[in-house]
């Protein structure tokens, strides 16, 4: 596969894992256990409204993905993102998590693959332009 459509591939597939996450997950409350992690974290007061809040975060980060705008900046606030909240988890709510604890290497292995495409193929790509 050629570097231009692995990048997109892969673009796709992250940005893709974002809106479902935000929209379907959060937004939608089609998951109910993301607002119970939200409540565990910031109390049941407004745990509704935060979670809403933090699905549509991640519906924008999702579009923001396939702008292609400021790529390298979005690749480190996506693994910064991901790690503070994996690590919140990982402390605070393990047993709300679909696999626990192991749910951490699942996120690992996502930022690999964001790290993977925003700095080694979008590299590529940038220098062949």
């Not at 997950?25 to 049941?44: F, T, Y």
């Not at 999702?62 to 988890?89: C, D, F, H, K, Y």
Request: glycine letters at 6%; charged letters at 10%.
């Amino acid at each position: 596969m050629k570097g231009n459509k692995k990048y997109q591939l892969i673009t796709f597939l992250i940005a893709t894992v974002w809106l479902v996450n935000g929209l379907f997950c959060k937004a939608l409350n089609l998951v109910p256990r993301h607002e119970e992690i939200v409540a565990s974290i910031l109390g049941d007061n407004n745990s509704r409204f935060w979670t809403v809040l933090i699905g549509i975060a991640e519906i924008l980060m999702a579009g923001w993905i396939i702008s292609g705008i400021w790529p390298r900046l979005n690749t480190v606030l996506q693994v910064i993102v991901i790690a503070a909240m994996n690590i919140l988890e990982f402390i605070l709510v393990p047993d709300l998590l679909l696999w626990g604890r192991i749910n951490s290497v699942f996120a690992f292995l996502f930022v690999l693959l964001i790290c993977y495409n925003g700095f080694c193929l979008g590299k590529k790509l940038a220098y062949q332009s």
